[in-house]
């Protein structure tokens, strides 16, 4: 089976895209049969290999960058540094692998010997979206081969170009059936998970999320899901604030889990922020300053709730292409609380502003929608920071800055967020397991 794939930028047929959900059950045999081979090698000769993917990431960016913007139209800046932070993420967990970490041994009980060893779950499925491609393979793949599983990479049906190239240089640094690319839609997905893999590794929508949890079972999951971020902005929030906020919920066109979404200022910080976040929103322009939103039913979402809001104050940037799916940055304000524009995670170029009374209003407000990802906290006040950081409920909270990530620091999420880690060293937990080895000495 077959399918067009669309160029977000002008909304017209680019290629087409090849559904090997059929070949499932096959390819993951094929990790299946590669697994003993890949666990066997020592920290050290996996991270040799996972280097040279590195290097190869490198030595071919500019034809990973030309696809990443093939399949999302993202500014090829962008789409460079999203390869440069993939190959990072292979040179990351190559070394995180040979730093072992875990529980130690010794004669913890009277005449015994016990040592933990970590084994690998055997073949991952790692399913991944549309707004980091590339980025968000690396994600899953780099900790999981680190830790000695094979993977199956299912991309999103309308970004194949990256995963499939991927899958190419793996087969050859990697080894066969070590890391390979199964294409097409939800169907394939399914098949996926469905198949006989030891773990699925999915990063997507939450309904997406709980039909992998439903169909996976007693298997290991590990789950990203919506964001729909909080922002907490005091009075005494640096002048910086908007600009960096704007900054944040236009960077790639507002599609990422943990961009801004919903503004919560606090007392008079709600006039200057319906100001200032308005006039920075609107100096970003759609089609120069960040690329399209991905697919149709993307740019349908963002009108059906940014058309919908009942906003007593709408306030938008331009537009400077013509055809595909751009939208234009947006700020909403005077929503009521249950307006689908802020319960709803729009994955838009959008910033909803309400406002609360004081830092506990404000907290409440946060909370109020079942997701729990990222937030940030925006005031000079750093006691004042370090206690609302402390009272959120988020996998990752910033304070004066946001979407500042590194391989270095987990990201994870919360409630209807998800459930597991990415990034750090504590990622390779999600795709091994400990064993407990006694010997009695006596």
């Known amino acids: 089976m077959t399918g067009d794939l669309i160029d977000p930028r002008t909304g017209l047929v680019r290629g087409r895209l090849t559904d090997s959900g059929g070949d499932a059950a096959a390819v993951v045999a094929r990790a299946r049969a590669a697994a003993p081979a890949w666990a066997a090698f020592t920290p050290r000769d996996r991270a040799r290999r996972l280097l040279a993917l590195a290097d190869r990431l490198d030595e ?149 999320g709980l039909d992998v949890a439903r169909r996976a079972g007693t298997r290991r999951i590990s789950l990203e899901l919506g964001g729909n971020c909080p922002v907490l902005v005091l009075p005494d929030a640096p002048e910086r604030t908007w600009a960096d906020l704007a900054d944040a919920a236009t960077y790639n066109a ?109 907290l409440r407000l946060a909370g109020s929608v079942p997701q729990a990802l990222a937030a940030s906290v925006w005031t000079a006040a750093l006691d004042t920071a370090l206690h609302a950081a402390r009272r959120l409920d988020a996998g990752e909270t910033w304070v004066n800055c946001h979407l500042v990530q590194t391989a270095e620091l987990p990201h994870g999420g919360r409630g209807a967020s998800g459930t597991g880690t990415d990034l750090s060293v504590l990622a390779l937990a999600e795709y091994r397991r400990p064993k407990t080895v006694t010997v009695n000495l006596r």
């Open 60 to 208: 071919r960016a500019s034809a990973y960058a030309a696809a990443e913007v093939a399949g999302t139209g993202k500014p090829a800046a962008d789409a460079r540094e999203e390869v440069e932070q993939a190959a990072d993420l292979f040179r990351f967990y190559a070394g995180a692998v040979r730093a072992e970490l875990g529980p130690g041994g010794g004669q913890l009980i009277d005449g015994h010997e016990s040592w933990v060893r970590f084994e690998p779950l055997g073949v991952v499925a790692a399913i991944v979206p549309w707004n980091y491609p590339l980025m968000m393979a690396a994600w899953r793949c780099a900790p999981a081969l680190a830790a000695g599983n094979t993977v199956v990479l299912k991309p999103a049906e309308t970004t194949p170009d990256t995963a499939l190239l991927l899958a190419e240089d793996a087969a050859i640094l990697l080894g066969p059936g070590v890391l390979q690319t199964l294409t097409g839609g939800r169907e394939c997905g399914t098949r996926l998970v469905e198949a006989e893999v030891d773990a699925v590794a999915f990063t997507g929508s939450g309904a997406g």
């Open 254 to 362: 507002g599609q990422s889990c943990a961009a801004p979404a919903r503004v919560i200022a606090v007392g008079s910080a709600y006039a200057t922020a319906v100001a200032k976040l308005g006039a920075a929103l609107a100096g970003r322009t759609a089609g120069r300053d960040f690329g399209p939103l991905n697919n149709a039913a993307q740019a349908e979402r963002y009108d059906r709730l940014v058309d919908g809001a009942k906003a007593e104050v709408r306030t938008a940037g331009a537009v400077e292409a013509d055809g595909g799916y751009f939208r234009p940055a947006c700020l909403l304000a005077g929503l009521p609380d249950d307006d689908p524009a802020v319960t709803e995670e729009v994955f838009g170029p959008v910033l909803t502003v309400q406002p609360a009374r004081d830092l506990d209003e404000a």
